[in-house]
């Protein structure tokens, strides 16, 4: 199974409660077991439970590759020495610091809202060891809730123009496509999260979305 439909406590936005790279996936704090052993079976990665700031938001609050992760400035000494012992950490000290919502990163490139501080972009480029550009999908400033990039494709908003998408491939040098989640969800961002081997999505997504994350994320095994 390349695509794993799942819930984390009965919500299907995974994005906005996980996160995931080729290594490790991490997860709310209160995920139940058997879902811990489904996310590590269709990622093939390590499983860690984990809060950011108190709270159970890790995929909008961090954006992550193989290389590092960046967390809202909002993180405790403790969590911060969980994510420490699998990744390098960056915090990011700005107003924006939701940095799952406004960071897009693979292990190629970034792409940031438009807004970021110039010294916000250089931590990125260097905690993540990627090229990093400013730019929007769909027009919207929140770039990681509007799409998904592993480092064999790009799945993101469906209303994407012809440059952004253009843009895109330039950019993190894989294939782009568009698609939902969810049931129409076009902030496919928050709905799903991925690595090379597979993906999780919200229960209620449908066979049409879960093909086009399997094609858009070129995961189909």
Request: aromatic share 4%.
């Amino acid at each position: 199974m390349a695509v794993l439909q799942l819930d984390i406590n009965g919500n299907p936005f995974i994005g906005v409660w996980c996160a995931a790279n080729n290594d490790v996936a991490f997860v709310p704090s209160n995920t139940t077991k058997s879902n811990i052993r489904k996310i590590q079976k269709v990622l093939d990665v390590q499983v860690v439970k984990l809060t950011i700031g108190g709270t159970n938001l890790i995929g909008s609050l961090t954006a992550i590759n193989s290389k590092g992760i960046v967390v809202t400035n909002f993180i405790h000494e403790n969590e911060l020495k969980i994510l420490e012992a699998h990744l390098k950490v960056g915090i990011l000290k700005d107003k924006l610091n939701a940095a799952g919502n406004i960071i897009l990163a693979n292990d190629s490139a970034a792409l940031v809202h438009p807004e970021l501080t110039s010294s916000q972009v250089e931590m990125i480029q260097d905690v993540l060891e990627v090229s990093v550009r400013k730019g929007t999908i769909a027009e919207l400033k929140t770039v990681g809730a509007a799409a998904v990039v592993t480092n064999k494709g790009l799945l993101c908003h469906p209303k994407v123009s012809k440059l952004e998408k253009k843009e895109l491939e330039d950019h993190f040098k894989v294939p782009v496509d568009i698609g939902t989640a969810n049931y129409g969800a076009p902030l496919i961002g928050a709905c799903l999260i991925g690595n090379e081997r597979g993906a999780v999505v919200g229960f209620t997504s449908t066979g049409i979305e879960l093909g086009r994350i399997e094609s858009g994320l070129n995961i189909i095994k």
